[in-house]
């Protein structure tokens, strides 16, 4: 902290309030990779992919002023930058060989709760390349903008924030813990809805109203106000609700996101039920999941690909699939023995996901292979209809919904476009609706592109992502060069709001805390893979 004022060392302080002294060490370290904004910073001799799905171009240098992007320079593709070419600015940093491409936008994560650091994800969401995030407050409301406000100030090391607000009591989306009527009952009733809309959207932006589900009325009186007030809605569907108000229903309605595969299989039935056993119960996770699975099955694909998938577009909803998060469902050996796990999934994750009733999303205690192979099926039909709705013209956003089900925060982010590259979707695509058209969905049109006057949130890219996408993970991949086997990517930088991030340094201490965090600590995963019939 030599040379630091006084200021800067209280807001650190604040910023790390409540962790272990190793972890509030670490988050100092943290703060310590982030610089700027700078008055000039020049990107020079850089590869852009602008992000609205146009082809790359360069090399250019990009001149941004403090947080907004002020110039872009071309010079000739074929002879390059011309030698001993300057540029005058605070910082330069050159991308020779690199590609530089707009900032992620993840409408759907989470920093889950204590104690697992916070700082933690932040490092692994920056260092995956999200400069944006919408994401539930596991912490508390209060928390949740406190963090918000405090990256919105670049006080802190994290991406920008826009924490998830339900439409009333927090836990009013649960049917198995609905508050008392009295607390519930304005937030039910369609006459009150405009009265209440001002009030929440007083400090939230991005509404949450999977609770609504029960009522197609109430539902839609709470997307049209939302929309009407300048702020977006989103929706889980839940299976207990699925039944009223199912994918179809919700896009006609007016919300403007869909997140995860819920609602879609259903609307294919047009006005039969899922046919449920007798003894499912929605509060029982294995069954839930299970079931999740089997509709897709179930779901004739003639009306699911057809009428479904075109009444979704004509809708002007938004899809944010969030496919990384549930591909433990089909393979759980395969995502509990990733290769990650050992340097960058925390311990406290681990925990969490390892198979346990009293834990969200961890229902594996009797997942078996014809569970699996239910899901692969899944896979293969919801894959398809993430690609006809967007080559339909769907409006495709982008989504992670990690650190659950084995999913590690960031790392799903890279995962995710990987996925969404195997519907069939071409990388410029794929890489369009992590950026352009999520910034649509968030209603930020000055971010997602890089572009003149727009917002410089940022990835500089050791390698060429439309040929590789798996060089945006922070270990990087295999490529070669010169004959030789090597390891090259990452990204090198990251850039929110004119801020320089170096990511060499968030992931040294990211590393760091998962080394410490797993001290003392048992791992439940390698038991479940010793010989049955040893002594």
């Keep these: 902290m030599t040379g630091k004022p006084h200021w800067f060392v209280a807001l650190i302080c604040i910023a790390v309030v409540g962790l272990t002294a190793p972890a509030r060490l670490l988050a ?77 936008i993840d409408l759907h994560a989470h920093i889950r709760s204590e104690p697992l650091p916070l700082q933690y994800v932040y490092n692994l969401k920056l260092a995956h390349g999200v400069t944006t995030m919408v994401n539930g ?28 607000r339900d439409w009333g009591p927090a836990r009013s989306r649960d049917p198995g813990n609905m508050p008392p009527a009295d607390e519930i009952a304005p937030w039910h009733d369609p006459a009150q809805v405009t009265k209440l809309v001002g009030d929440i959207m007083q400090d939230g932006h991005v509404i949450r109203i999977g609770s609504l589900a029960w009522s197609a009325e109430l539902f839609g009186a709470v997307a049209k106000a939302v929309d009407d007030a300048g702020g977006i809605t989103t929706v ?63 779901a004739p694909e003639d009306v699911l690909f ?41 311990s406290q994750l681990i925990d969490w996901y390892f198979a346990n009733p009293a834990n969200h999303a961890s229902h594996h205690w009797d997942w078996t292979s014809k569970d699996e192979q239910r899901w692969a099926e899944v896979y293969q039909k919801w894959g398809k209809l993430v690609y006809e709705f967007a080559k339909r013209g769907g409006h495709l956003g982008y989504a992670s919904d990690d650190p659950y089900l084995w999913s590690t925060s960031g790392i799903a982010n890279i995962r995710e476009l990987q996925l969404i590259h ?104 390698p038991p479940q893979f010793e010989p049955i019939f040893s002594n």
């Excluded at 469902?329 to 050992?342: C, F, I, K, T, V």
């Design 236 to 298: 889980h569907l839940p299976p207990s609700d699925i039944a009223v108000v199912n994918a179809v229903t919700a896009a006609e309605l007016g919300v403007t996101m869909i997140e995860h595969h819920y609602g879609f299989g259903e609307a294919a039935l047009g006005g039969g039920k899922q046919d449920f056993p007798p003894d499912f119960n929605y509060l029982n996770e294995a069954h839930r999941f299970r079931e999740a699975g089997q509709i897709w099955h179930d």
């Design 422 to 525: 195997e519907t069939g979707l071409n990388p410029l695509e794929v890489i369009r609706s992590a950026t352009y058209n999520s910034a649509i969905t968030l209603r930020r049109p000055d971010l997602g592109l890089v572009q003149t006057g727009y917002t410089a949130d940022l990835l500089i890219v050791d390698g060429n992502p439309l040929n590789n996408l798996r060089f945006l993970y922070a270990f990087g991949a295999m490529d070669s060069a010169d004959g030789k086997i090597v390891r090259r990517g990452g990204i090198r930088w990251t850039i929110k709001d004119g801020v320089v991030f170096d990511n060499k340094r968030l992931i040294d201490d990211t590393v760091e805390m998962v080394r410490q965090s797993k001290e003392g600590w048992t791992n439940p995963v």
């Design 28 to 104: 100092q370290t943290s703060d310590a990779a982030r610089q700027g904004p700078y008055e000039r910073l020049a990107i020079i001799n850089a590869m852009v992919i602008p992000g609205h799905g146009g082809p790359a171009y360069g090399p250019v240098d990009i001149i941004v002023n403090n947080n907004r992007i002020e110039q872009i320079i071309g010079y000739n593709g074929v002879t390059g930058r011309p030698a001993g070419t300057r540029i005058e600015a605070d910082r330069v940093i050159d991308a020779s060989g690199m590609y530089v491409m707009p900032g992620l």
């Design 306 to 346: 057809g009428e479904v998938v075109d009444r979704l577009v004509a809708s002007g909803v938004a899809l944010i699939p969030d496919m990384s998060a549930y591909e433990v469902n089909r393979d759980l050996n395969r995502a509990m023995g990733l290769p990650w796990h050992e340097r960058y999934t925390h």
């Design 137 to 164: 407050a596991g912490r508390g409301w209060e928390s949740a903008l406190e963090q918000q406000r405090l990256s919105n100030e670049n006080k802190i090391t994290a991406p920008r924030m826009y924490p998830i």
